[in-house]
């Protein structure tokens, strides 16, 4: 019973210690933060940040690393406003960010696969693509007038849940289907540190690697919408940044970037954990610098913890 | 995958070592770049702009040379920036209560070489990938700078002091002189001692290096070191030129300083480069932006040039290396 | 592993304590960035008006300067923390609307400063008039160029509303003076370093410079600093009031800067929302009249920030 509950408690990434600690302490100390309102309300808030942590993860996997992600979400979503203004259809605007998404993704990785640039170089290249296109789009000009019912799907909800927590949900339940149950999935895991296995099974690396980076152009798209959804707009430089942010989830999560293996729950758990210590410091009314400073705390903090938990016998 | 071979130096007979070529296919771009800026604008090749370039080159190139350093052991260094922001507000509050730029350049210096230590500490001690590691770090720096600086600026210093980054010589800019030293100074170091040789190979394969007998943890520490006191020089000239430090001063050439270093030819898997490829990728995204500004395109456009030349670049290079192995 | 859990508990607990120390009125003041002065001063005239009121002041600034998702986060937390009102300069006046939305839903009141938001309730708008702003710096560089030679303008952040509307201030000051020639308009995104490397690529581009229109201080610092770096002379003028370019003005490098009232800002903001919640009366707008500082009526402005006392409610709305 006990080893059991001992060798389960080994396999959760270290950082769900820090934020059970946060979230006792958090519950204790900071007056609103333990009730349903504010649980809905981290979440939602999590919820782009992990469609965006969710397919850095799966390209770290494969030992890479993706940072056009927030560039291309910000363009994504500038389509996606642009299409939805002119077309007041939601479902066309949603296609397009899509479409905008795959793109980028598709040529992330052949840039990558084909070009065999590193992934950092390579998406570096995209980064500054998305992030000029998304401000000569309009000029710099931020984008109103989004038809109402787009932005429902961040402020809505179901059966109580907000809409973009149930998005996040259905995106996490489909990456680990993905990952865990799918032969493709299989693969994206030995890429990382067993890409010479899959060459001698005669699997094509190239192909896998293409459409890894393509299927985050699926989770750019949906972030996109949940983002124009929050502004109700089409900003040009929202979503600048994002990837260091998810790229800092995910390695929080435990993911490890040299040998790529990790899981999309510590990836999950690193998300939360941001967003709760984010929203803790928020309801104590913390000073900013300090702020400021705790994040970069906290990436070195659950690095550390990670290390001597996964050095434990 | 890099293809990299541990680059000692080539003594067998005149022929010029593949690095070398690289640089000077990259110096045969920029000058390719000057030609066809020169026939678009009239004001592009004269001595003022040529001047002028180079300048604007040098702060980028003060920021890139630090991190040419941790990128050739495999590293990355992100805080760069965040640490040029911090080395720079004390340095400035330091000369504006004693008035001493001895004693300011020493706490730039002192305060950069400390960001380093820690970088450095964190990525060998406790064995934390450089990325993340200097992520984390940012925004530690970020906030202890923005805690002390508290939204004011500091401003107004000396001329005496002021004339490391404005001043001239010769009718050259002082900075261009600083990068002249920066240059030689780290390319000595690099190339022609055993220090620079170990990083190379630690860059190019650890696991070698570590069974050959090079110290790796001493290494990787002195190279994260050198890299802050770099940022730290570099802030000092920030200062100088700008006449004001506050906490984002360098911010806005981070990433332009990690694309300099890859367009000149730096593998991001160590092992690979030189600091002259690196102020040719400097000068290349300088002219860019000069080039825009001349002829008056929107700076809305320059993210994404520069996303296409650094794609472009690393391929045309890929090509040449495996056409130079063939 | 316990002693993590330690430092853990002790941080908090130091935490709490820095946190806890209201008595009246709370009110959470909402910036966007931790480096630009203005937003200093505003914070600071906001510290001095609660001090006066005995009410408590909470600062939020995103970490990640202008940070859109970020402001937006802090706003749904407060929406969650119910302080008894806020003051809030928005990132981009009309993304954060949804969000001033889930406030006016809250019932709490809020007082908006300096951009001026494009939807939702407010209590009251505290600010400058940018356009005016623009008109009269602009006008004074005109007329001290004697109505004729060549002009650049550096322009802030694209799409950012602060800076559309000065510089469209700037570029009506220059049809009141068809002799003068308009070289170039360039961004400089409201911070030093570009300011400084677009201006000296424009003096290489033209060789006659006699005027330049900054949209911010920041940016004619970073003017001022090309034109010397390049042994050139133009009259620059700035926009905001800052410290740096009182200094400036002093020092003859700086024509003028026209007066943002950063401070007066934050004193009345922070004054009308805590008389809102006492029942009093307030304005539904203050809108600060455009003032130039120059070499005349510098050292009215300078006043140095710490200690600064908020003007009587009287003489703030006279």
Known sequence: ???????????????????????????????????????????????????????????????????????????????????????????????????????????????????????????????????????????????????????????????????PVLLAAVAYGATHALLYRSRFGGYVVALGGNREALMLAGLSVRSLLVSSYAITGIYVGLAALLMTARMNSGHPTAGIGMEFEAIAAVAIGGTSFARGNGTIFGTLVGVVTVGVLRNGLNLLGVASSLQVAAVGGLVIVSLLIDGFWSRRP | MSVSSPPMPSTVGPSLSPEFIQVLYRLLAAAGLCFALSFLSDAFLTTGNILNVLRQASLLFFMAAGLTLVILTGGLDLS?????????CLAASVLKATDSA????????????????????????????????????????????????????????????????????????????????????????????????????????????????????????????????????????????????????????????????????????????????????????????????????????????????????????????????? | MTRTTCLTAGAFLAFMLSAAHADGERVAILTTNLTNPHFQLVRAGADAAARQMKASVTHYVPSKADSLPEQMSQVEDLVIKKPDAIVFVPADYKAMVPGIEKLNAAGIPLVNVTTRLSGGKVVSFVGSNDYDLGLATGRYLLKALGGKGNVIIIEGLKGNIVSMNRVRGFTDALKEFPNVKLLASQTGNF????????????????????????????????????????????????????????????????????????????????????????????????VFPATLIDKSNVDRFDIPTQGRECPTWEALVR
């Not at chain 1, 965006?52 to 363009?75: F, N, R, W």
């Open chain 1, 1 to 163: 019973m006990i080893s059991a509950a001992a060798s389960y408690a080994r396999s959760m990434p270290g950082i769900s210690v820090v934020l059970m600690a946060l979230m006792v302490a958090f519950s204790i100390i900071a007056p609103g933060f333990a009730t349903g309102a504010n649980l809905a309300n981290i979440l939602s808030q999590a919820s782009i940040l992990l469609l965006i942590a969710l397919p850095m993860t799966l390209i770290i996997m494969t030992e890479g690393l993706d940072l056009s992600m927030g560039a291309v979400l910000t363009l994504a979503a500038m389509t996606l406003a642009l299409v939805a203004t002119a077309t007041a259809s939601m479902v066309i605007a949603v296609l397009a960010a899509l479409c905008v998404g795959t793109t980028f993704g598709v040529v992330n990785g052949c840039i990558v696969a084909i070009g065999r640039i590193p992934p950092f170089v390579a998406t570096l290249g995209t980064m500054g693509v998305a992030q000029g296109l998304a401000l000569v789009v309009t000029d710099g000009q931020i984008v109103v007038g989004i038809p109402a019912d787009v932005r429902i799907a961040y402020s809505g909800s179901i059966l109580g849940i907000p809409v």
């Open chain 3, 191 to 286: 911070q030093r370093l570009p300011a400084n490397q677009v201006m000296e690529n424009l003096l290489q581009a033209h060789a006659k410079v006699d005027g330049v229109m900054a949209a911010n201080d920041a940016m004619a610092s970073g003017v001022i600093e090309a034109l010397d770096g390049a042994g050139r002379k133009a009259l620059v003028v700035g926009i905001n009031g800052t410290k740096e370019a009182i200094d400036a003005i002093r020092a003859g490098k700086l024509l003028a800067t026209g007066d943002y009232g950063s401070f007066l800002q934050g004193c009345v903001a922070t004054v009308t929302a805590l008389r809102n919640l006492r029942g009093l009366p307030v304005r539904s707008e203050v």
């Open chain 2, 80 to 88: 760069v920036g965040a640490n040029i922001g911090l080395s720079a």
């Open chain 2, 102 to 326: 001895t004693l300011a350049v020493l706490v730039g210096v002192s305060v950069g070489l400390a960001v380093g230590l820690v970088n450095g500490m964190l990525v060998t001690v406790l064995h934390i990938p450089s990325f993340i590691a200097t992520y984390g770090m940012l925004w530690f720096v970020h906030g202890i700078t923005f805690a002390f600086m508290a939204g004011e600026t500091v401003h107004g210093f000396p001329q005496s002091f002021r004339f490391i980054g404005s001043g001239f010589v010769l009718g050259i800019p002082v900075p261009v002189f600083v990068m002249l030293g920066f240059l030689a100074l780290g390319t000595f170091l690099t190339r022609w001692t055993t220090f620079g040789q170990e990083i190379y190979a630690i860059g190019a394969n650890p696991e070698a290096a570590r069974l050959s007998g090079i110290p790796i943890r001493r290494r990787l520490i002195a190279a994260y070191v050198a890299s802050g006191g770099m940022a730290g020089l570099a802030s000092i000239v920030f200062l100088a030129r700008l006449n004001s430090a506050e906490g984002d001063i360098g911010e806005s050439l981070t990433l332009p300083a990690i694309a300099a270093v890859l367009i000149g030819g730096t593998s991001l898997f160590g092992g690979v480069g030189t600091l002259l490829g690196t102020l040719v990728g400097a000068l290349i995204l300088t002219l860019v932006l000069n080039g825009m500004n001349l002829f008056a395109i929107h700076t809305n456009w320059q993210p994404l040039i520069t996303g296409v030349i650094i794609v472009l670049a690393v391929y045309l290079d890929m090509v040449m290396r495996r056409h130079l192995k063939a």
